[in-house]
Nanobody, 125 residues
Framework: QVQLVESGGGSVQAGGSLSLSCAVSGLPFSDRCLAWFRQAPGKEREAVAVVHTTSGDAYIAAYVHGRFTISRDNSKNTVSLQMNILKSEDTAVYYC??????????????????WGQGTQVTVSS
């Protein structure tokens, strides 16, 4: 059974930090694209950060560049998102997602077949 389980969401004041983690089980971790997406109320789901588990190549969306960092731990089958200097506009449900193996990384949520349940991040100003 494939499972992506996010943890680490919560509430923080603007300027603060949060770290999200996603534990992946039930599918091979290597040679796979993993991503963090977010969705705010009334808005479309958007890519925040993407990483390839084997190459380590990463993409950070422009609207969080310099504040967020994505990393993966191949020994623990986890992908993390470190979020610093949080802003009220970062408030959203954050989702971990995995793409089918051996496919290139993408920022299109429709191209990811495996999803976590989401974790709420609320930033108050």
């Amino acid at each position: 059974q494939v499972q992506l389980v996010e943890s680490g969401g919560g509430s923080v004041q603007a300027g603060g930090s949060l770290s999200l983690s996603c534990a992946v089980s039930g599918l091979p971790f290597s040679d796979r694209c993993l991503a963090w997406f977010r969705q705010a109320p009334g808005k479309e789901r958007e890519a925040v950060a993407v990483v390839h588990t084997t190459s380590g190549d990463a993409y950070i969306a422009a609207y969080v560049h310099g504040r967020f960092t994505i990393s993966r731990d191949n020994s623990k089958n986890t992908v993390s998102l470190q979020m610093n200097i949080l802003k009220s506009e970062d408030t959203a449900v954050y989702y971990c997602a995995a793409r089918s193996r051996q496919l290139p990384c993408s920022t299109d949520p429709g191209s990811f077949g495996f999803w976590g349940q989401g974790t709420q991040v609320t930033v108050s100003s």
